[in-house]
């Protein structure tokens, strides 16, 4: 038996709403270990729908559907489901005692709209709602269960997970163990990855694919057998293979892992900003407890705060330019001086789209790391559009400090 | 002539990624006046993709396709769409060279793998990808025309408004016209907003909807009708009964209005941040220009930083503690003489989850305005977790000056 979802509503076919059910529902299916074939979604048009139920079900899919269950004329799926499988509409009893029990909790009466939630395709059973007015209900037809829930997604949710899996789960055995590694890679592009891990490497239990978070690309591992190790040793391997590549594993995030480092490490941190303009204070600064390590940050955009602020004499600046190597390196000196810290970050560069010049073009940018033992330079040439170059300027720092604590 | 959207992907089907290419494209074309038919979302698998091309152009359908264009294996639509209407897949120069472009003009070589992404049905037409390496391309069969993009939403974004929609355009005749305004409110509860634009106010060719984009408001004038000066009059009304809690309209977003501000009132701007961590000076330093006004930002974490910097008396940070209106006041005045700016934000507060206390708890926040006429301080009390509270500090923090430099 396969699974579909359909949602149901025309604000999802005109733009107004992104459609967040589908991937609702998927996470919660995948947690039980069902995969969903396909998603499709439709206009608030009982023909449509109807046609697109039948059609599933000959297929020999269960399906779960969202939205069309309100109060409101243009509600219009239980009329649907009925058409499809050829079932009358009835005032459905039960489904009328829990809507007027709901209006009873809330303490006001039910108004006259709502008894149409009660009328459900005839034999259907009804699914409470428990958060709502819309009672959702299960037609079966060619032994495939059609699960029809409402589309606000909090009452959605909870008859999934109450009702809908349990009923589901008596049906249909679970496909799959729902095993699943993701290792965040930086640094390096999508195609190299990939020519680094060919298929050969892995058991065939084990799936990988590759998904752009810009600016880190995913290796995601799922396995469909039954072997936990099968995933730890494929694990193991594409972080051998993309060594100090490797940047964060699972749910974390780069901003998360430097901010664990520098915790465990209990070493201090400053930081001056030209191109990003704060963004890498904000990313560390995200994080809860950051104050541990963060004693300041100096979004210097202006010559002057270079100046009176990281003693970048005016003379660097008018020889140099502020986008320079000695430039970053007098900031990264002169911040750490001043915070008293063991580790300072500086970037200043060009992010554009002006200000290029052409031996410094847009993207250009220049890094410096001041540490106990030193300070360190690096130029780089990003590119894309503003916001491109700043996140990747950003993420180029703070990578270079993740691998300076971690001696990665 | 139908309009089919199938997105493509894995990572829609198992709940990792929200699909917004959907919305994005629905929103794209009912601004030309197009209406989708229905949206399918379909794995990463070849057969699959081409049963349901194969389905929807039989049935008459443009169908606008994004994802699995990418150099990786597991990217397979264009052999799909090969499959799916007998064509063989060839090595299209056009394709090839526009992808050498993209790395040449990034000054990288070709990694061999994307070479595979040159791959393009016979006969196809190449869509070129500014943005990104997947060329995108379009097939027609039985006089429908089948668009292939990335899944890369900036990507698909760009290809669907240089190349899909003109060529859409001189194929179908839009069905409705849809003109569309948005109003950004910041600072009302949604239930406020609703309360004080009933639907009697509009004529019933505007359609009022209201969605949730944290920390703001959107409130959405849409017509079917032709009449454009209904949607003036009505976003008019909607601003004069919204007054100064509107602050932005349109694609505009409010860091982009108090950009403009500034940079049209040439005045300067210095910031001090504590909570927010580098927020505020990130949001305005994504503007392009933003060196115009903002001469420097501190991110002030540690007591140290607000003494050295901003002058704040030790005394002060031990009896009213940083987090205090004083605090506050002498971080704005601090910053705004050191700086020599016109004006000067800074904020200081508990963003949480720690560090809240009985009288001061988490989502206590102190804002100070230092002008040219003198300082204001404002005691916010925020709810929600951490990033909401940052969020929210900093969105009030930058409305502040909006309304100070608009007069609003």
Redesign the interface.
């Known amino acids: 038996m396969k699974i579909a979802v359909v949602t149901i509503g025309d ?10 059910n ?9 947690c039980e270990g069902y ?9 608030d048009q009982p023909q ?1 729908i109807a046609t ?1 139920l039948q059609v599933l079900n000959k297929q020999g899919s269960a399906v779960l559907v969202s939205g069309g269950l309100g109060p409101t004329r243009d509600d219009l799926t239980a009329r649907a489901a009925a058409q499809a499988f050829h079932l009358t509409l009835s005032l459905n009893e039960l489904a009328l005692r829990q809507i007027e029990a709901f209006f009873d909790k809330a303490g006001k009466p039910m108004p006259p709209g709502n008894e149409k939630q009660a009328l459900i395709p005839h034999k259907a059973q009804v699914m409470e709602n428990r958060c709502g007015t819309a009672p959702g209900f299960i037609i079966t037809h060619n032994r495939c269960p059609l699960f029809f829930m409402p589309g606000v997604p909090h009452e959605m949710e909870a008859m999934l997970h109450q009702q809908v899996i349990p009923a589901l789960r008596r049906q249909l055995a679970p496909t799959l163990f729902c095993g699943e590694r993701v290792v965040k890679v930086f640094g390096l ?4 990855i ?2 680094q891990l060919p ?1 050969s490497l892995f058991p065939d239990s084990v799936a ?5 978070e810009y600016p880190l690309v995913l290796v ?1 591992l799922n396995t469909s057998g039954k072997q936990e190790s099968d995933l730890d040793d494929a694990e193991r391997l594409v972080c051998e293979r993309l060594r100090h590549h490797v940047v964060a594993r699972g749910n974390q995030t780069l901003p998360q892992v430097v901010h664990q480092l520098l915790c465990n490490a209990e070493v201090t941190l400053s ?1 001056a ?1 030209s191109c ?7 990313l ?3 994080q ?4 541990a390590y ?9 010559n ?2 270079k100046h ?2 990281l003693g970048i004499p005016n003379e660097l600046l008018l020889k140099k330019g502020a986008v320079s190597a000695e430039c970053a390196r007098g900031m990264a000196n002169g911040i750490r001086q ?3 810290t063991d580790y300072a970050l500086a970037v200043t560069g060009i ?4 200000g290029g010049t052409a031996e410094k073009p847009c993207g250009t940018v220049f890094i410096a790391l001041a540490t106990p033992q030193g300070t360190d330079i690096r130029e780089c ?1 990003f ?1 894309g559009d ?2 491109q170059v ?1 996140t990747k300027t950003a993420y180029t720092a703070l990578d270079w400090l993740r691998r300076t604590l971690s001696g990665d």
């Open positions: 604000e999802l076919l005109n733009g107004e709403v992104v459609d967040t589908t991937a609702l529902i998927a996470r919660a299916l995948r995969v969903i074939d396909q998603a499709i979604t439709l206009p449509e697109t592009p999508e195609s190299d990939e020519r298929a990988l694919s590759f998904r752009l995601k930081l900003e990003t303009g704060g963004m890498i204070a904000t560390l600064t995200d809860a407890g950051s104050s963060l004693e300041r940050g100096a979004v210097t955009y202006a002057s705060a009176d602020w001043r915070a008293r992010a554009g789209p002006g040439h590119s503003r916001a700043r």
